[in-house]
């Protein structure tokens, strides 16, 4: 069958083949073995230095684990090492959206945990230099 050629090839070697959340975004792909390098690109490290762009960047990552690992455990639903490690980030991520929330107010035009409409309040927080 087709699709036997190009299932992740990671059954046996599961969680020593991933990327962490940090890696896995700066790489595009939180399988070691899946991951091609453009010619001699070096990955470049995103980083913050302030307390809101690094909360967003931590989102980030936790959201790309998340549809990374969602991707490989619709073909392997029963890898309980990687569905382990995605409810962890799930926990994590939820975490960081909490926190970012409480300090910053909300970080998509559906959060509507308050008491008024808080969408329209700048900076939001896709704006250039709020990062």
């Known amino acids: 069958m087709f699709f036997d050629d190009i299932i992740f090839n990671v ?20 399988f070691k073995n899946e991951y091609v390098p453009y010619k001699n690109y070096n990955v470049a ?11 967003i960047l931590k989102i980030y990552e936790y ?5 990374d690992l ?16 995605f ?3 799930t926990e994590e991520q939820r975490a960081c959206v909490e926190l970012y ?3 910053y107010g909300p970080l998509e035009l559906d959060d509507s ?3 008024s409409y808080m969408w329209y309040k700048e900076p ?8």
């Open 11 to 30: 059954k046996d070697e599961k969680s020593t083949m991933l990327f962490d959340a940090n890696d896995g975004l700066m790489y595009g792909n939180m």
């Open 101 to 103: 929330e409480k300090k």
């Open 45 to 55: 490290k995103l980083e913050s230095h302030n307390e809101k762009g690094q909360l």
């Open 70 to 85: 969602s991707l490989y455990l619709d073909l392997n639903p029963d890898d309980k090492n990687v569905y382990s490690l």
């Open 63 to 67: 959201n790309f684990a998340l549809n």
């Open 113 to 115: 945990d308050y008491s």
């Open 124 to 131: 939001w927080p896709f704006v250039g230099g709020n990062v």
């Open 87 to 89: 409810k962890k980030y």
